[in-house]
């Protein structure tokens, strides 16, 4: 309760004191007892007056939330680490974090969550949320996002008297990826290590039977194993390798490397294993770096599983062309890449989002092999597709070398393009965004 002070009564409060006074004086003069009786009715109200100041009449807890609205809720959003929604009862968005914005790319509040987010499941529990009171957890994938797995916690909130629901969203994707890729690991080893595991066991019992004492045929059979033996090497390693990729797809890398000396460096390691099969590998690249947004060893082994791919399609004294340059957006980098020859079938296997004023550059491996009939084109990239398989003209390789290539592509937010002609060659083609160029200071020390 407030202490009144003198010098805190206004004015106007004075005067009408005054006047009160002046009354009073002329009543009791005029009849001495209306006087007295407006005196005590006048002492009743005072008596009244203080009673009631001495109690508390301001707005409970409870009721002070009332009024208090659900913007005033949302800066506590920004204390979560995980992406954060708060919609009211009309599905509108009163409220998000940084980390929800940026993921999400929006910026005005008040937007409908259906502007956002058209996954139905999510959109029903953020309904019975607000409507209900029920708390629910839903886990969807986004394919469009290098398929991006996310859990989604909806619980209600009320706030004072009114009703929302808040939205957290977890990033899944490492776990769903860990899982799949050893459900994926085991499925495709034991499919693919089938066929030379049981060429060893049957070799093996000709070596322990017919062929025990038989010199010539025991080393004849000797060299089968170890070409076997060789090919689960090789198997391992590949699928090894893809699972260790996707495990990390949905990161996109933030390196910057330079894709000129890359490539270099892989064509001269992959020289003397060509010219052992009577090809050569003609490179043709600027002298300057090329830098690009990438993982240095992942643009490596695309380079090198590409140029392999080459060489195995190539005959003895083919060359297999080996270009990089820079490009501009991604429809001018998809055109000077992957549109060389006009009677050829192509197709796209990968295609990134065209963020505005983003540059690529593009390396195009280029072989003069039989070609790929049209038909054939959808499935490259798939795991242990081959075209010799199709045709009836094995050739040994894993299956693999494309599917590696796809999925670092994939990772790096990249594309990734095919042109064959039979009788005239393929070409395989991959692009990926410019790196800024950097701004080096120099800085003289003083001695």
């Not at 002070?64 to 009309?90: G, K």
């Not at 629901?165 to 499919?191: G, I, K, Q, Y």
């Not at 590409?306 to 005959?315: E, G, M, R, T, W």
Request: hydrophobic share 45%.
């Amino acid at each position: 309760m407030k202490t009144l002070r003198l010098e805190s009564i206004p004015g106007t409060a004075w005067a009408a004191g005054l006047v009160a006074a002046a009354c009073a004086l002329a009543a009791l003069l005029a009849n001495a007892s209306v006087a007295t009786l407006m005196a005590a009715a006048a002492g009743a109200c005072l008596w009244a007056w203080s009673e009631i100041r001495r109690r508390d009449f301001s707005p409970s807890a409870e009721a002070r939330t009332e009024f208090v609205s659900l913007a005033e809720f949302a800066p506590l959003l920004e204390a979560l680490p995980d992406p954060a929604l708060l919609i009211d009862h009309a599905n509108r968005i009163v409220g998000s974090n940084a980390a929800a914005r940026k993921q999400m790319r929006f910026e005005a509040r008040g937007q409908y969550l259906t502007s956002i987010l058209r996954h139905p499941d999510l959109l029903e529990a953020a309904q019975s949320a607000v409507t209900e009171g029920a708390t629910r957890a839903v886990e969807y994938a986004t394919p469009t996002d290098a398929n991006r797995f996310t859990r989604c916690y909806v619980a209600p909130v009320k706030w004072g008297g009114k009703h929302a629901a808040m939205l957290v969203f977890h990033d899944e994707s490492a776990r769903v990826s860990t899982e799949r890729m050893r459900a994926d690991f085991l499925a495709n080893a034991s499919h693919e290590l089938r066929t030379p595991l049981a060429s060893l066991t049957l070799l093996i019992e000709t070596i322990a039977g017919p062929a025990r004492d038989d010199v010539k045929e025991r080393d004849r059979f000797l060299g089968m194993m170890q070409v076997q033996a060789e090919r689960m090497r090789r198997l391992i390693d590949d699928l090894l390798s893809l699972s260790r990729i996707e495990l990390d797809e949905h990161v996109p890398p933030s390196d910057r490397a330079d894709l000129a000396g890359v490539a270099r460096e892989v064509v001269d390691s992959m020289t003397a294993v060509a010219a052992e099969r009577g090809v050569a590998l003609k490179l043709i690249a600027p002298s300057s770096p090329a830098y690009v947004v990438g993982e240095r060893f992942q643009l490596a082994q695309i380079i090198q599983n590409l140029i392999d791919n080459a060489v195995k399609y190539s005959k003895s004294g083919d060359v297999v062309t080996i270009e990089l340059a820079a490009a501009g957006e991604r429809d001018d980098a998809a055109a000077q890449a992957g549109r060389r020859w006009e009677e050829a079938g192509r197709i796209a296997l990968l295609t990134p989002a065209a963020p505005a004023g983003s540059a690529y550059t593009y390396v195009r491996v280029e072989d003069r092999g039989p070609g790929i009939a049209r038909r054939f084109l959808p499935r490259l990239g798939e795991r242990f597709f081959r075209v010799e398989r199709e045709l009836g003209d094995e050739r040994g390789g894993t299956g693999l070398g494309l599917a590696i290539v796809k999925h670092i592509i994939n990772r790096h937010r990249g594309g990734f393009l095919v042109e064959s002609q039979p009788g005239l060659g393929s070409a395989f083609a991959v692009y990926i965004e410019s790196a800024p160029d950097e701004v080096h200071t120099s800085v003289t020390k003083t001695p």
